[in-house]
């Protein structure tokens, strides 16, 4: 497909072009290398709203699996709350994460590393699956993030609810900002973007530097992004059917200013 450099949104497209050379499966490193900086990345996010939004979301009752769980900061805070959870990851480096945090906190579930294209588990064992801060997207192609929406209604129960936070691309595209940076400990970060609207994905560079030592890493983070009009196709496709889209953690409506897109699935 030929698109005319006007079309582009992003003016930063040198360092894009670039990075289509990357390895297409990038995403089976990138977390797993980056391990505790990750941990201090979400540590930022308000975790416990996030839970409580999540309590309000699915049935306490049955098994629940923390699809893509990473360092289990969600997956942790449930179990605690007597929720039985199961958590699973890729990365084998938060995984170990997720661990040390069940030791420090004196509640355990099991966690499973795996591929969300091919899950480990029985036909229909879920009572809900929940997949938190844009954990889907990072697959080479769609076809393959459909895959694990399929992999995703085989192992849910009838009437078993998925939860989907994604980040809106309609937000991103109408207040795309190229350059942004943001500060938490022990580092400053600065963020890269462009958006390749071919592939409709977003394509970051994070560079963290350490305040203490001013050592810098830097760091290229992929990510599809969707439409709630394309995601309610996909989702469909796979056999679930859309009840509620949210903006945000507290209910927030959800229209082009929401960041966020939270959607609440079905298996009927
Ligand atoms: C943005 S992080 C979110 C982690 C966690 N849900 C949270 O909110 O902190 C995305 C997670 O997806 C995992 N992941 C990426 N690709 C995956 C795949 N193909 N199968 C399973 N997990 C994957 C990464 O290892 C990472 O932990």
Same mark, same amino acid.
């Given at each position: 497909?030929?698109i005319?450099?006007?079309?582009?949104?992003?003016?930063?497209?040198?360092?894009?072009?670039?990075?289509?050379?990357?390895?297409?499966?990038?995403y089976v490193?990138?977390?797993?290398?980056?391990?505790?900086?990750?941990e201090?990345?979400?540590?930022?996010?308000?975790?416990?709203?996030?839970?409580?939004f999540?309590?309000?979301?699915?049935?306490? %009752?049955?098994?629940?699996?923390?699809?893509?769980?990473?360092?289990?900061?969600h997956?942790?805070?449930?179990?605690?709350?007597?929720?039985?959870?199961?958590?699973?990851?890729?990365?084998r480096?938060?995984?170990?994460?997720?661990?040390?945090?069940?030791?420090?906190?004196?509640f /355990?579930?099991?966690?499973?590393?795996?591929?969300?294209?091919?899950f480990?588990?029985?036909?229909?064992?879920f009572?809900?699956?929940?997949?938190?801060?844009t954990?889907?997207?990072?697959?080479?192609? /769609? @076809? /393959?993030?459909?895959?694990?929406?399929?992999?995703?209604?085989?192992? !849910?129960?009838k009437?078993?609810?998925?939860? !989907?936070?994604?980040?809106?691309?309609?937000?991103?595209?109408?207040?795309?900002?190229?350059?942004?940076?943001?500060?938490?400990?022990?580092?400053?970060?600065?963020?890269?973007r462009a !958006?390749?609207?071919?592939?409709?994905?977003?394509? @970051?560079?994070?560079?963290?530097?350490?305040?203490?030592?001013?050592?810098?890493?830097?760091?290229?983070?992929e990510?599809?992004?969707?439409? !709630?009009? %394309?995601?309610?196709?996909?989702?469909?496709?796979?056999?679930?059917?859309?009840?509620?889209v949210?903006?945000?953690?507290?209910?927030?409506?959800?229209?082009?200013?929401?960041?966020?897109?939270?959607?609440?699935?079905?298996?009927?």
């Amino acid at each position: 497909m030929i698109i005319h450099a006007g079309a582009r949104v992003s003016g930063c497209m040198v360092w894009l072009i670039g990075m289509k050379s990357q390895k297409r499966e990038w995403y089976v490193n990138i977390f797993n290398g980056m391990g505790s900086d990750w941990e201090a990345i979400v540590n930022m996010r308000d975790t416990v709203k996030e839970v409580t939004f999540i309590r309000t979301a699915i049935s306490k %009752r049955g098994v629940i699996l923390d699809l893509c769980c990473g360092t289990g900061r969600h997956s942790v805070i449930l179990c605690r709350s007597g929720v039985n959870v199961i958590g699973m990851d890729l990365s084998r480096n938060l995984l170990m994460i997720a661990r040390r945090r069940m030791s420090e906190s004196g509640f /355990e579930f099991p966690v499973v590393r795996a591929d969300m294209r091919h899950f480990p588990f029985k036909n229909e064992v879920f009572s809900a699956i929940i997949n938190m801060f844009t954990s889907f997207g990072y697959l080479p192609s /769609e @076809s /393959e993030d459909e895959k694990s929406l399929l992999e995703i209604f085989r192992t !849910l129960r009838k009437n078993g609810r998925f939860l !989907l936070d994604v980040a809106n691309r309609d937000h991103i595209v109408r207040n795309f900002r190229e350059r942004d940076w943001a500060e938490f400990e022990p580092y400053y970060l600065l963020e890269r973007r462009a !958006l390749d609207l071919e592939d409709s994905r977003l394509v @970051s560079q994070w560079t963290l530097v350490r305040k203490d030592r001013g050592k810098t890493k830097s760091i290229i983070h992929e990510v599809r992004l969707y439409t !709630l009009t %394309r995601i309610e196709q996909l989702l469909r496709r796979a056999g679930l059917v859309i009840e509620e889209v949210y903006g945000g953690y507290e209910k927030q409506e959800f229209n082009l200013e929401a960041s966020r897109m939270i959607v609440l699935a079905q298996k009927r």
